[in-house]
């Protein structure tokens, strides 16, 4: 809590956590963004084990797990929360036992409560058409950024990419004889992504634009901000956020609501379960099948609302 001293994590502790994040970051190729969370996952649980008086990895067992879970669960985390906390002790302490720090994994009976499986909002055609067509209404004007920003709204409706791979994207990773982006995703693992023709002129017109904002700090940078330098997350974000809010007829909110909006078109314009898992990247497919159950709702919700026996 605070105002309160944490637990003093011993060395003991501290070791086998950098060697751990080390192997996330050099074995397993996990992203500096991934490592990071996993680490402020990890403390939490070292601290916690701290306080219940363990001073080396050997004397975590599992009721310091759930004492552990449970202290968060009382202050209120979500449960998706618990979940991924629960998932990284457990990938530490399996690494742990297979390096020979720990003589047994205390994990391995640890249970976590499910995700909540929140069917995410995506928006109907007539939005995203309307979205679009606002973005190029303000392009029209021939400003820099406007420009700029319809070709970001048009990528990633077209494409589904998440902002992390829209902004680290380079001006030659852009193919527009093939109509394709060459995108590096979760990690680094790079994949092939089509785009339609609208996002093919709207990267186009950016591109002429693009030299309105370019400096030497530019670099091969595809979109930039205001100043020159590469586009931040926080700055598509804020880009997207704006654009949602001015169709006044929805509560989504952020780059993600584009992604799930892609996907859920393309499901529901026919496109099969594989296609759309690679257009993705998701590892698993069953993370691409949430989007079959959005499909299933919104037509129980039309079936609802037109048929006279529904």
């Known amino acids: 809590m605070e105002g309160e001293d944490r637990p003093s994590v011993t060395d003991s502790l501290n070791r086998p956590l950098a060697a751990f994040l080390r192997y996330l970051s050099l074995e397993r190729s996990r992203s500096a963004h991934t490592v990071r969370a996993y680490e402020s996952d990890l403390r939490s649980m070292l601290e916690s084990a701290a306080g219940d008086g363990a001073v080396d990895l050997g004397a975590i067992d599992l009721p310091m797990l759930r004492r552990w879970l449970g202290r968060q669960s009382d202050s209120g985390l979500s449960r998706s929360t618990l979940a991924r906390r629960s998932a990284a002790a457990r990938s530490f302490l399996g690494w742990a036992a297979r390096e020979s720090l720990i003589h047994s ?35 029209g004007c ?144 069953a993370t691409t099948q949430l989007y079959t159950h959005v499909s299933v709702e919104r037509l129980r919700a039309s079936y609802i609302a037109a048929h006279p026996r529904a």
Do not use: M
Request: glycine share 10%; net charge neutral.
């Open 105 to 139: 994994d205390p994990s391995i009976r640890l249970a976590a409560p499910k995700r909540q499986q929140n069917l995410p909002e995506v928006l109907h055609q007539g939005q995203a058409r309307r979205l679009v067509d606002d973005a190029a209404v303000e392009a």
């Open 142 to 285: 021939g400003d820099a950024v406007a420009v700029r920003d319809l070709a970001l709204i048009e990528v990633l409706y077209a494409t589904g990419v998440r902002v992390g791979e829209l902004v680290g994207l380079d001006v030659d990773d852009v193919d527009f004889e093939r109509r394709t982006l060459r995108v590096l995703g979760k990690g680094d693992k790079e994949r092939t992504v089509p785009f339609g023709a609208p996002a093919g002129e709207a990267l186009t017109e950016w591109l002429s634009a693009r030299v309105a904002l370019a400096n030497a700090h530019s670099g091969a940078a595809l979109f930039l901000g205001r100043r020159g330098a590469r586009l931040g997350q926080r700055q598509a974000r804020e880009v997207v956020d704006r654009a949602l809010r001015g169709l006044g007829d929805t509560s989504a909110r952020g780059p993600h609501t584009l992604r799930h909006t892609a996907a859920t078109h393309l499901l529901d314009g026919g496109a099969d379960l594989r296609s759309v898992q690679e257009l993705l990247g998701h590892a698993s497919l």
